[in-house]
């Protein structure tokens, strides 16, 4: 790993993203709740690829094309599984005994259409708190400037994913040089938040509406910092981890 | 003035902007660099009407339905006036020899298309530092619940309105309840930075940008405090101010 410093842009939401802010970078997406964190989770239980999608739609005309055998579809609108779908997008929904060697088309409302804008980028891959410290070595061994987009809620600011974002950031120590004004509110957010992360999770916007759900187990999966070591990168239409990780 | 709690919701950019959000609240629509700023400074030299519209395409159609004699085109694309148009951005541009009587078609990239999503709700003003106590002080006394729009910066998040509405909120004082994550935050960053709020501006992307285009002066004026003491609010499809205001 070389010492060059590394540009840092970050994006509250992908609502504002040109291909232009992605172009030859290294983009990081994050969805804390839920997608990224899923994401990790279904690899972890050996799922073999995770196709995310922008709509529901896309989600159905990609299924007829593919082997129904090996296909599950996942997905959520306002936080619940789409009527019809295999999955919603609950870590815990994705267990070995259903996902290992799947491929999962996956419909999120939000990380799903952030991941296909930020393979844009020279390189993609997914973040959140259970693999950022994994995610923050690749990008600095990497060494393109970064791109951090978070995922938001409904092209609205996410809390939690900005803290991911400031986390990363913080991560890269002196080589980041944070490039935008988006990205120094990141780090200062979360180095106030940073001794209790379970709890700004669960107080966010995005929790406290997860928890009226009844998803509240989910949040405290996705604030284990660093329990998932995979790094799940878009390559070629899909998002893989790397054989054997 | 009842002391009757105001919950407030801000939002960093309309992009997520639903007339959900908006509906039965008076809404604060903010653009300090430049657009409410610079609506601000036409009023203050006597302009009679302001009509924001969402494109340049919205703004020559709707000229041709006018009086010509009475209309100016006003906008920018990338900070700079756009062809063809009588006015830019730029508050120094609206002097009363200019404006005084005249009806402003103002198309600009982010203020513009933030106030015309503004306008769904119960009232809608708009807000900048020149006239933040007086908009503090009207939205106290109106009472509904507050929706702080930022214009942002092409759907990103921009430092310098988000201030402005942190600003709002602390002059809201024990009656602002903030009802969503954007809110807290940006009450955060207006206490952290209210010391030196031209220097914040100034070193913001939106300024630097607007510094290296030759703005620096529109910088300065943005950031004097109650320098105008007009609150421009939407009435019947444009911006108007109150007589002998």
Partial sequence: MNNKPLKVELFFTYAGLTDEEVKGKTVVVIDVLRACTTACAAFMSGCREIIPVES???ATSLLDKLDREVVLLAGERKGYKVDGFDLGNSPYEFTE????GKVII???TNGSRALVLGSAGEDCMAASFVNVSNIVERIAS???DIAIVCSGRELNFSLEDTLCGGMIISGLGDRAESANDAAVVASKLYEERKSDLASALRNSDHGRYLVSLGFSPDIDFAAQVDSIGLI?????GRLVVDDGA
């Fill in 56 to 58: 529901i739609g896309d």
């Fill in 97 to 100: 005994e259903i996902v290992r």
């Fill in 142 to 144: 990497v060494g393109n």
């Fill in 232 to 236: 799940p990168y878009w390559d070629n």
């Fill in 106 to 108: 996956l419909a999120s």
